[in-house]
Nanobody, 115 residues
Framework: QVQLVESGGGLVQAGESLRLSCTGFGSIFSRNTLAWYRRAPGKQRELVATVSSGGGTTVANSVKGRFTIARDNAKNTLYLQMNSLKPEDTAVYYC?????????WGQGTQVTVSS
């Protein structure tokens, strides 16, 4: 059973860093492409980064060079390291598979970046 729980968000100033964590994938963790998404106020959900079962990663152009996605197969945990945060990174961040499975959505974790 998949019950995703995101954590690690918070209120930071521009230029600071946060690391998000996601647990709860259960047995599907190791064999699926996993991803982070975000939804900013008034905007549609956006794909931020993906990591394949083999470890290959992609990141959105808007966060390239600042965000890094990683997976720890031993801990069944997905991470998103976010550096040099900008006010436009303010959003609720969610983890899921890629492509998404609608029943997997968790509550997300709020990231707020002040200028």
């Amino acid at each position: 059973q998949v019950q995703l729980v995101e954590s690690g968000g918070g209120l930071v100033q521009a230029g600071e860093s946060l690391r998000l964590s996601c647990t709860g994938f259960g047995s599907i963790f190791s064999r699926n492409t996993l991803a982070w998404y975000r939804r900013a106020p008034g905007k549609q959900r956006e794909l931020v980064a993906t990591v394949s079962s083999g470890g290959g990663t992609t990141v959105a152009n808007s966060v390239k060079g600042r965000f890094t996605i990683a997976r720890d197969n031993a801990k069944n945990t997905l991470y998103l390291q976010m550096n040099s945060l900008k006010p436009e990174d303010t959003a609720v961040y969610y983890c899921n598979t890629a492509p998404v499975v609608s029943t997997y959505w968790g509550q997300g974790t709020q990231v707020t970046v002040s200028s």
